[in-house]
């Protein structure tokens, strides 16, 4: 069988796909189109893949390069003649999704998120939501990430066909296994994301000041890229000894190692949040908002703390709280959130739904 993967992200597909990659390259062909903008592409073919390097703009909307990107697909199915195709994110799903619809090709896709285009509503939405029919309109299977955007989109008749709800992208429980918990009076806190406005950095900062002034035995760790407008914040923050900042890290299980809670004040719109399931699946406790992608994966006072939205004061609260637990307490919030991944998001439940997507007698 030919497979034919469409994605928008090399690392992205890498970091949390491989599994299925390498488990369907062992029987089958697999050709996955991705952009080569983290240098991952040698990573995915040793997986057993091919990859074609495809560049677009993740954030354009220049019509010329979308129809451009859409040619692009109609030629990589024409060339490879996949038997099914997997397009994940939107560019991917809409354009991949209209090439296959065209040429009567099967494909199966995922949403990730639904983006700030849809979250933020007016225009955008409405070209995107349009853009979103068009591309799904033909579908095999609409995977969804959280009951949330699940629902948002039927309630907006964007899906005709069939639909299901997956874990997430899933967490790999061997590659993050449960971690000692640290020992000792210091207690660090550590926010990994790419540092923009919608993950909440603002939140973790304000936090990270005001509880550093309270609480001396505490750290703030930051793992992420940085753009640029935060980047003499951090710097100056660094300075004073507020945060400390480790840019992008490649093995985050040695943040982990150290860390004793991660803080994921985010609202941006997520599918479902890989960071919160690592974490989670580390044995660490998380606090996070109340927003779809997150409230699947906390449970308040089980495994960590809820906060509010873009809200400082309460996230705070929340880290004083943490820091009110006995050591013994916190340990045991972290294994409680290694039961739940094990239960609810384990990354074999995702290769099995896509397994079961593949046509039959080939």
Do not use: W
């Amino acid at each position: 069988m030919r497979i034919l993967i469409l994605s928008n992200s090399d690392s992205g597909l890498y970091q949390f796909r491989k599994e299925l990659i390498r488990d369907l390259s062992a029987s089958h062909t697999v050709i996955c189109s991705v952009p080569n903008a983290d240098g991952f592409l040698g990573k995915l073919e040793e997986l057993g893949c091919t990859c074609v390097e495809t560049d677009f703009n993740r954030r354009g909307t220049n019509p010329v390069s979308e129809l451009k990107l859409f040619a692009l697909y109609k030629k990589l199915i024409h060339k490879h003649k996949p038997d099914i195709v997997f397009t994940y994110t939107i560019k991917p799903n809409v354009y991949g999704g209209m090439a296959c619809a065209s040429l009567g090709v099967p494909y199966v896709a995922n949403i990730t998120g639904l983006g700030t285009a849809v979250e933020n509503g007016g225009m955008m939405q409405i070209i995107t939501l349009a853009l979103y029919r068009l591309g799904l309109r033909k579908a095999q299977k609409v995977f969804f990430q959280n009951t949330s955007n699940r629902d948002f989109m039927l309630r907006h008749h964007v899906i005709r066909g069939q639909y299901d709800l997956l874990p997430g992208s899933g967490v790999n429980l061997e590659g993050f296994p449960v971690l000692p918990f640290p020992a000792g009076e210091t207690v660090d806190f550590v926010f990994i994301a790419r540092i923009r406005k919608e993950k909440g950095i603002d939140q973790y900062l304000e936090a990270a000041e005001a509880i550093r002034a309270r609480y001396p035995q505490t750290r703030f760790h930051i793992c992420g890229g940085c753009e640029e407008d935060y980047r003499n914040r951090l710097e100056d923050l660094q300075e004073k000894g507020v945060i400390c900042y480790h840019g992008e890290v490649d093995n985050i299980r040695q943040i982990h190692a150290i860390s004793q809670c991660t803080v994921h004040p985010t609202y941006y719109p997520e599918g479902m949040s890989n960071v919160l399931l690592e974490s989670c699946a580390c044995g660490r406790p998380i606090i996070t908002t109340d927003r779809p992608g997150c409230r699947e994966i906390v449970e308040d006072g089980i495994n960590g703390f809820v906060v509010r939205q873009k809200d400082s004061a309460d996230l705070i609260a929340k880290i004083e709280r943490f820091l009110a637990l006995e050591p013994e307490r916190r340990r045991q919030m972290g294994l409680a959130g290694r039961a739940k991944v094990e239960r609810e998001f384990d990354r074999k439940i995702v290769i099995e739904k896509y397994m079961g997507e593949l046509p039959h007698g080939l």
